[in-house]
C-alpha cells in the first residue's frame, strides 16, 4: 500500500522547458488536486479532479495543465516552465472530501 | 470569496507547556474542516477533521479542535507540547460544489527546550 506516489522529487528546468510531474495512488481514490507550496503562501490549488475524465481549474491554472485518464494517475504538465514556477509541488488524493486528504511527499522543482 | 486565516505565522512555546492555534474561516455554511502537519521537507499530514456532531475533536498524537460556529473558528489544541510537535501547521476548510479545501497560510510551531 504506496499511499500517494510523486516523481521526481527534485528537479531542474532551464526557462522554456516543458515537463510532466507524476502523480498516482492505490486507494482507489476519485478525488485528486495538485497543489503548489510557496514561502507564507501556505498551498495554492493548482487543478483538480473528481474523478476519470474530469478536471477543473484551481486557483492558480495558468501554465499548467492535467489529465484524468484513470482513476490512479493524475500528472501534472508544465508546457513552457517559468522562473514563477519554481515551487515545491503536492500530490493528494481522497475518496470523500470530508475525510481529508491523503499527500504525497512532493517534488520540488527549481526553474532557472 | 471563501477564505481560511490562521492569523500567526510564528508561535514559539516551551516543552510541556500547552498549545492553542488559531484557524477562522470565512464560509456561509458550516464547511468540512481540517487541521494538518507539515515537518520540514514532508507531505502534509492530516492530524483531524470536523464534518458534523460533537464539536469537540480529537485527532493524532494527542491534538484535538473545537469548533465554534459563533465565532467561525477551529482552533487546534494540546495540553502539552513535546520538541517533536516543532513543525508547520496548516488549517484547511471546504464547502459547496466539489468540496475542494482552501488551506490557510500556516503557523510555524517552535519549540523551545
Known amino acids: 500500500n504506496a499511499g500517494v506516489t510523486q516523481t521526481p522529487k527534485f528537479q531542474v528546468l532551464k526557462t522554456g522547458q516543458s515537463m510532466t510531474l507524476q502523480c498516482a495512488q492505490d486507494?482507489?481514490?476519485?478525488?485528486m488536486s495538485w497543489y503548489r507550496q510557496d514561502p507564507g503562501m501556505g498551498l495554492r490549488l493548482i487543478h483538480y479532479?473528481?474523478?476519470?475524465?474530469?478536471?477543473d481549474q484551481g486557483e492558480v491554472p495558468n501554465g499548467y495543465n492535467v489529465s484524468r485518464s484513470t482513476t490512479e494517475d493524475f500528472p501534472l504538465r508544465l508546457l513552457s516552465a517559468a522562473p514563477s514556477q519554481t515551487s515545491v509541488y503536492f500530490c493528494?488524493?481522497?475518496?470523500?472530501?470530508?475525510?481529508?486528504?491523503?499527500f504525497g511527499s512532493g517534488t520540488r522543482l527549481t526553474v532557472v | 470569496a471563501q477564505s481560511v486565516t490562521q492569523p500567526d505565522i510564528h508561535i514559539t512555546v516551551s516543552e510541556g507547556a500547552s498549545l492553542e492555534l488559531r484557524c477562522n474561516y470565512s464560509?456561509?455554511?458550516?464547511?468540512?474542516l481540517f487541521w494538518y502537519v507539515q515537518s520540514p521537507g514532508q507531505g502534509l499530514q492530516l492530524l483531524l477533521k470536523?464534518?458534523?456532531?460533537?464539536?469537540l475533536v480529537q485527532g493524532i498524537k494527542g491534538f484535538e479542535a473545537e469548533f465554534k460556529r459563533s465565532q467561525s473558528s477551529f482552533n487546534l489544541r494540546k495540553p502539552s507540547v513535546h520538541w517533536s510537535d516543532a513543525a508547520e501547521y496548516f488549517c484547511?476548510?471546504?464547502?459547496?460544489?466539489?468540496?475542494?479545501?482552501?488551506f490557510g497560510r500556516g503557523t510555524s510551531l517552535i519549540v523551545h527546550p
Open positions: 486507494m482507489n481514490h476519485e478525488y
Open positions: 493528494a488524493s481522497s475518496y470523500r472530501m470530508r475525510d481529508g486528504y491523503t
Open positions: 470536523y464534518f458534523s456532531g460533537d464539536t
Open positions: 484547511a476548510a471546504s464547502s459547496g460544489g466539489s468540496y475542494i479545501p482552501t
Open positions: 479532479s473528481v474523478g476519470a475524465g474530469i478536471t
Open positions: 464560509y456561509g455554511a458550516t464547511p468540512y
